[in-house]
């Protein structure tokens, strides 16, 4: 008796926009920064977003990162339909699924970078023990389990992103999304930083989205989605995987 025929598997998405629409009125004027994009990311996909400024990548980033709402199509993140949630369920969403590194830190001063890493974990209602040995787990990951009680001002710019790379890892998020991480660091910290994120994305299986307007950094990723005029113009996927087509993600869970 013959076996069944095997039907490929379909790609499971840790985050998934669909005809994703988002306009503004500015002064009047009806403004699309994004035109029906659709685009699917891979659970442990490296993926670099790039375009010149004006081209709705950081649109984009603010949509994948649920700090926006699109004004029209969908976005879902692990299959779940946000745009279907009230402001306090995207708040859960961003806290649980999400870790985000920024081009300028975004960490507390006066805090240290134990403190500044389990800062997430105190939305989430985990209790102190807890969030200070996870802090110290994620710090360890990326070098840095000798600098725990120095505070921002007493770390380099590749440490101090170090601190933000394991503040947005500590909450075990499905995907990280990384604007311009290597922005305000000289070369080698920002060689250091995207050695930590590649390790972490390839140890970890966390799938890491980086929008950046350097092309060097863009080429590092394994998969590059180039932008303009708020529509995706390319997409490239590096190695012997099958080519994505943006317009391809559509199917919600």
Not at 12 to 32: K, L
Not at 79 to 99: C, F, K, N, P, S
Request: without cysteine.
């Amino acid at each position: 008796m013959s076996s069944p025929p095997q039907t490929e598997a379909r790609v499971r998405y840790a985050i998934e926009a669909v005809d994703v629409v988002r306009s503004y009125r500015m002064e009047g004027v009806q403004v699309e920064a994004l035109r029906g994009v659709s685009l699917g990311i891979a659970e442990g996909e490296y993926v670099a977003v790039t375009g010149p400024s004006g081209s709705g990548k950081s649109t984009l980033m603010h949509l994948l990162g649920a700090l926006d709402r699109p004004t029209s199509g969908r976005l879902l993140i692990g299959g779940m339909d946000t745009t279907r949630l009230d402001d306090a369920g995207l708040a859960r969403v961003r806290g649980t699924e999400i870790g985000f590194v920024f081009q300028a830190f975004q960490l507390l001063a006066r805090t240290s970078a134990r403190d500044n890493v389990a800062l997430p974990l105190v939305y989430r209602g985990v209790g102190r023990a807890e969030r200070r040995r996870r802090a110290v787990e994620a710090l360890e990951a990326v070098g840095l389990g000798h600098r725990l009680t120095h505070r921002p001002t007493q770390l380099s710019g590749g440490e101090q992103q170090r601190v933000a790379i394991a503040r947005a890892l500590v909450g075990e998020p499905r995907l990280v999304l990384a604007d311009e991480p290597t922005g305000n660091l000289d070369t080698a910290n920002g060689h250091e930083v995207l050695a930590v994120l590649e390790r972490l994305n390839r140890e970890r299986g966390v799938a890491v989205v980086l929008v950046t307007h350097d092309g060097e950094v863009a080429a590092r990723a394994t998969r590059l989605v180039r932008m303009r005029d708020g529509e995706i113009v390319s997409d490239e996927v590096k190695g012997t995987q099958t080519p994505r087509v943006s317009g391809e993600a559509g199917g919600g869970a």
